[in-house]
């Protein structure tokens, strides 16, 4: 049996099931949590994970670039297309 450090639930979770680092979430508040120490079982805040924000952020500038890319690309279409006729 562990305590959430923020809402100080008891949490029912078995020290032979995890290791330590392992990420499980409280059933109370649902506040993220890392097993900090297994022999006894101790919880602490999960870090904020900044590289799964920085590769979302990263993914939603390439969609931009190529939306531009996109775009003048058609643009070029449609300037080619002016100048043929």
């Given amino acids: 049996m562990a305590t959430c450090p923020e809402c100080d639930a008891e949490i029912e979770v078995d020290e032979f099931d995890v290791d330590k680092g392992d990420q499980l979430s409280c059933p109370e508040c ?15 805040i999960a870090p904020e994970d900044d590289d799964e924000d920085e590769e979302a952020e990263d993914d939603v500038l390439k969609d931009d ?21």
Avoid: M
């Fill in 65 to 85: 670039e190529d939306e531009v890319a996109d775009e003048e690309e058609t643009e070029e279409d449609e300037e080619e297309e002016g100048w043929e006729e």
């Fill in 30 to 44: 649902g506040s993220n949590l890392e097993v900090t120490g297994v022999s006894p079982l101790e919880l602490d």
